[in-house]
C-alpha cells in the first residue's frame, strides 16, 4: 500500500475495496478471493470453538456464563426455527443455527476498522485484504446458493420427482398454462436464491463504504477527526443493530424457503 500522502480519499477506499485474489492465470476460467475465503472459514472455525467451549463443561445443574449464554442464544434459534419451519425434518434447527451465528461473525467483522487489519498485513507482503466476507458478493452468493440447494433436496424429500415436476409445470393456472406456470416457477426458484445474496451483500457493502468515508474524514484536520468521531460513533451503534438483523433476516427466510419447498402448491 502507498503512503498515506499519496493516497487520496478515492483511491483509499478502492484500495480497501480490493480482494486478495488467486486465480488460473491470464484469462482464467475462475478467480478465488482468498481474503473473503480464509476470514469466512476462521469465522466458521471459531464458531465452532465457541460452542465447543460451551459443551465442553455442560453441566446439567447451575450453568457457567457462557453455557447460560450460548443456550440463551441456541434456544432463540431453535425457538424461531420450530415456529417457521411445519415441517419434519430435524435438520433445519442446525441449518438455522449455522447460518444465523456464522453471518453474525463475520458481519461483526466490520467493526474493526480496515487500517487494523490491512496494516499489520501489509508488513507481511499482503498489498490487499478486504476484511468483512459478507461485503463480497461471492461469498453472499455461496450461501445462498447453498440454501437453495437445499430447498431443492427438501421439496424433492418431501414431494419426490414426480410430484415437483408436477408442480412446476400444473401450478398455480393449471394445466392448461403449462407454459407459464414453467416460467413462473423458474423467475420463482430463481428469485430466492439472489435476493437473498443480494440483500446482505448490499447492506454489508453499503456499510462498509460509509465506514471507509468516516475513516477518511478523520484525516480532514482538527475538525474532520472531531466529525469522524461523532459520525463513527452513531453510525458503529446503527450498525449494533443492522449486524445482528441481518444475519437475523438471512436466517429466518431461509428457514421460510425450506418449509414452502414442502408444502403443496
Known amino acids: 500500500m502507498a503512503a498515506d500522502a499519496d493516497l487520496t480519499p478515492t483511491s483509499y477506499i478502492q484500495h480497501h475495496l480490493q480482494n486478495l485474489t488467486v486465480s488460473t492465470g491470464e484469462g482464467g476460467f475462475w478467480t478465488l478471493h482468498l481474503d473473503t475465503f480464509i476470514t469466512a472459514v476462521l469465522m466458521g472455525g471459531l464458531m465452532v470453538l465457541m460452542f465447543w467451549l460451551a459443551t465442553r463443561k455442560a453441566t446439567a445443574g447451575v450453568p457457567g456464563k457462557w453455557q447460560a449464554f450460548v443456550e440463551i442464544c441456541l434456544e432463540f434459534v431453535d425457538k424461531q426455527a420450530r415456529d417457521t419451519y411445519h415441517g419434519s425434518s430435524r435438520l433445519v434447527t442446525p441449518i438455522a443455527i449455522t447460518l444465523f451465528f456464522w453471518i453474525l461473525l463475520m458481519n461483526l467483522l466490520k467493526m474493526i476498522p480496515a487500517d487494523f487489519i490491512a496494516r499489520p498485513l501489509e ?143
Open 123 to 265: 508488513l507481511l507482503g499482503v498489498g490487499y485484504w478486504k476484511p468483512v466476507p459478507t461485503a463480497d458478493v461471492n461469498a453472499t452468493l455461496g450461501l445462498s446458493l447453498s440454501v437453495f440447494f437445499l430447498t431443492v433436496f427438501f421439496a424433492l424429500r418431501a414431494k419426490g420427482i414426480g410430484g415437483m415436476s408436477k408442480e412446476f409445470l400444473f401450478a398455480p393456472f393449471g394445466k392448461w398454462m403449462v407454459p407459464f406456470n414453467l416460467i413462473l416457477n423458474i423467475v420463482e426458484w430463481l428469485s430466492k436464491p439472489i435476493s437473498l445474496a443480494m440483500r446482505l451483500f448490499g447492506n454489508m457493502f453499503g456499510g462498509e463504504i460509509v465506514f471507509l468515508l468516516i475513516w477518511v474524514l478523520g484525516g480532514a484536520g482538527i475538525l474532520g477527526m472531531l466529525g469522524g468521531g461523532v459520525l463513527g460513533l452513531g453510525w458503529m451503534l446503527f450498525h449494533l443493530l443492522v449486524i445482528p438483523l441481518q444475519a437475523f433476516i438471512f436466517m429466518m427466510l431461509s428457514i421460510v424457503y425450506l418449509s414452502l419447498a414442502e408444502d403443496d402448491h
